[in-house]
């Protein structure tokens, strides 16, 4: 199975600032990285697509990138409502993986 | 507008058996293929199924393997889990997720709320 990490596994910016979160697989998977993000008491809700696709109807902040093994998503102003848990998952091959997560709190 | 409702969630003991529906409306139901994804307490997302549109392949988490049976109903479009087996790692909220499949990659989207599973004597 391809074991996906990400660091860091939490982090307490303030709202305006740039963030970025990194998603390491344990094999070459191309491109095929999604990210979600998951709130409390919520299901996951899809960002990020194919490492870089945002999904229709996400803000124009969330940004991803990468390929083979080193993925990043960024959120470049950070919002109130971007507090969350942000989850990546590789599709290549199965059974899919998600990372541990990395939990977004208020400072 | 795309929904989806999961329902048949509850406690169940050591070595019973449950089955999960997902109720599907807002999109042509038989030409997209779907998924189980499962989030024990506290903890991460695990992919544990997934059927394709026409229902005709079946994936599973090793995890899973031989205990939980993923179907469908295209006529009622409604998807299903059978878990039989359970054991106390199967405690989680199980969500089901309409599997977005492309030359791009592929994504869960949208998901449903989920329902409890608790496995518990």
């Known amino acids: 199975d391809i074991q996906m990490t990400q660091s860091p596994s939490s982090v307490s910016p303030s709202v305006g600032d740039r963030v970025t979160i990194t998603c390491r697989a344990s094999q070459g998977i191309g491109g095929w990285l999604t990210w979600y993000q998951q709130k409390p008491g919520k299901a996951p809700k899809l960002l990020i697509y194919a490492s870089s696709s945002l999904q229709s109807g996400v803000p124009s902040r969330f940004s991803g990138s990468g390929s083979g093994t080193d993925f990043t998503l960024t959120i470049s102003s950070l919002q109130p409502e971007d507090f969350a848990t942000y989850y990546c998952q590789q599709a290549l091959s199965f059974p899919f993986t998600f990372g541990p997560g990395t939990k977004v709190d208020i400072k | 507008e795309v929904q989806l409702v999961e329902s048949g969630g509850g406690l169940v003991q050591p070595g019973g058996s449950l089955r999960l529906s997902c109720a599907a409306s807002?999109?042509?139901?038989?030409?997209?293929?779907m998924s189980w994804v499962r989030q024990a307490p506290g903890k991460g997302l695990e992919w544990v199924s997934g059927?394709?549109?026409?229902?005709?392949?079946?994936y599973y988490a090793d995890s899973v393997k031989g205990r939980f049976t993923i179907s469908r109903d295209n006529s009622n479009n409604t998807l299903y889990f059978q878990m039989n087996s359970l054991r106390a790692e199967d405690t989680a909220v199980y969500y089901c997720?309409?599997?977005?499949?492309?030359?791009?990659?592929?994504?869960?989207?949208?998901w449903g709320q989920g329902t409890q599973v608790i496995v518990s004597s």
């Open positions: 059927i394709t549109g026409s229902g005709d392949r079946t």
């Open positions: 807002g999109f042509t139901f038989s030409t997209y293929a």
């Open positions: 997720a309409k599997w977005g499949i492309a030359a791009a990659g592929n994504w869960f989207d949208p």
